[in-house]
């Protein structure tokens, strides 16, 4: 490893990967020092929880083999970065420093913890990494009573999950409606019936309260009503936060994530960041895969002497569970600027929601095949004329 490297990428998910590879384009000379903080090559997290009960093997999901960094001579090292020093311009990583001209901070988010005592160990677990997956593979868990808590998109991929490998599952939702942030109440409902049709218990407004082991080690779970469940496993999927351990030490502003502006700059003008970790200027912290990919690539260039702005654009949500497609952009449910227009057809659904005759957002159900027409359909503004005669 060399003292100094004209980049730096703390951490290696699609976010840092991208930046990687759009310094290439631009600045084929510059040294690139890529930091990857996980058990293998950089890999497609997005799959972990939906290949989850198929199993996958441990490179089996690498986002590019290791020769594509061989040939592109993108150094690519393990460790954790822990510290950053914005004044020597200098990191310190397995116990060494070295100097950046740019930095560029790609931590992505870490798992919203509950408070226990428990942890993995106990059977308390938390789901981001693929080092996680296999933890639940190697300790094959079947047979078993496993509680979900979250009723967002992961939550539900792993209750499908985990019923396919043979346990029985219950999810637990502190909101009134499952997916409560991106479907209606009618998408919402088609999903409570596929899951419990799958004899997947369902607790809905329910908060835990405390959680203990009784005498045969099985956990209890209190809720605030005073009910109570038991079972063997317990897999949090709450939501995320921001990754910001390294940039708060070093006196970076933040908030919820790092603050950057529109270039994907932070308060320190030769250090940036992407993907997950990072906070626009309009609060928004995006938490999508493709959000985190065009980042990487937007402060990638701009390490490189370009100058491209990240402007938010809508992506959609999917949700594929038990052969049911659920799809949610942009979503205006009771926002009285817009009109809802509702068409429910043999086993689809869609809703669409419009805006001076034109389409500004989408909820659907079931319609996989026109999913990318309809994504690029809300992002063109389509006419509501053009929608209906199409889909009405
Ligand atoms: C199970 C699961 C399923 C998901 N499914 C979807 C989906 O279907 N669609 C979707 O759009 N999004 C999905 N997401 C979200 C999506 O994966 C993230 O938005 C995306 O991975 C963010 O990329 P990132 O590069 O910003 O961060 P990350 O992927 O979190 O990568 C950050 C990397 O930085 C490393 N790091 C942190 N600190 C340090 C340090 N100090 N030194 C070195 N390295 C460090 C971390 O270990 C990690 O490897 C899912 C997420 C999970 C966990």
């Known amino acids: 490893m060399l003292n100094f490297y004209d980049y730096i990428i703390i951490g290696a998910g699609i ?45 089996e999901l690498a986002l590019k083999p290791a020769d594509w960094f061989n040939d592109f001579q993108i150094n690519l090292v393990n460790g954790k970065v822990n510290e950053i020093d914005p004044f020597s311009k ?43 997956a296999d933890f639940i593979r190697e300790h094959n868990i079947v047979n078993e009573h496993i509680v979900i808590v979250g009723g967002g998109v992961q939550g539900i991929e792993l209750a499908e999950q985990m019923h396919v490998l043979g346990n029985k599952v219950s999810l637990i939702h502190h909101e ?54 038991f079972c063997d496993k317990i897999i949090v999927n ?42 626009h200027e309009n609060g928004l912290v995006t938490g999508l895969w493709h959000a985190a990919e065009k980042q990487g690539m937007i402060a990638g260039a701009n390490a490189a002497g370009q100058q491209f702005t990240f402007e938010k654009i809508n992506f959609r949500l999917k949700l594929n569970a038990f052969d049911q497609y659920y799809f949610s952009m942009n979503p205006q449910i009771n926002n009285p600027d817009f009109e809802s227009v509702v068409v429910n057809k043999e086993n689809k659904y869609y809703r669409f929601f419009f805006k001076n005759n034109t389409l500004h957002g989408l909820l659907m159900i079931n319609d996989k095949d026109n999913a990318k027409q309809l994504e690029q359909a809300v992002r063109e503004e389509k006419s509501k004329v053009e929608i209906l005669n199409k889909y009405g």
């Open 15 to 59: 976010a840092g990967i991208s930046a990687a590879e759009t310094i290439l384009k631009y600045d084929n000379t510059g040294e690139i020092l890529l930091i990857n903080n996980e058990d293998r090559l950089p890999y497609k997290r997005t799959s972990i929880s939906k290949r989850l009960a198929a199993g996958f093997q441990k490179e």
């Open 90 to 132: 200098s990191i310190l990583l397995n116990s060494k420093t070295i100097y950046w001209n740019k930095l560029i901070i790609c931590t992505g988010s870490k798992a919203t913890e509950i408070y226990s005592t428990f942890d993995q160990a106990n059977g308390l677990l938390y789901f981001r990494n693929a080092a996680d």
């Open 176 to 229: 009134q409606y499952l997916m409560n942030k991106h479907f209606d109440r009618f998408m919402s409902s088609h999903l409570l019936e596929i899951l419990q049709n799958k004899r997947i218990d369902i607790n809905l407004k329910s908060k835990i309260k405390s959680i203990q082991k009784s005498d045969n080690q099985q956990f209890i779970i209190e809720f605030e009503n005073s009910q109570s469940l």
């Open 238 to 279: 709450i939501g995320t936060k921001p990754d910001l351990e390294i940039a708060l030490a070093a006196g970076l502003h933040t908030n919820k994530g790092i603050l950057v502006n529109k270039s994907l700059q932070t308060s320190h003008p030769d250090i940036y960041a992407a993907g997950d970790v990072s906070e």
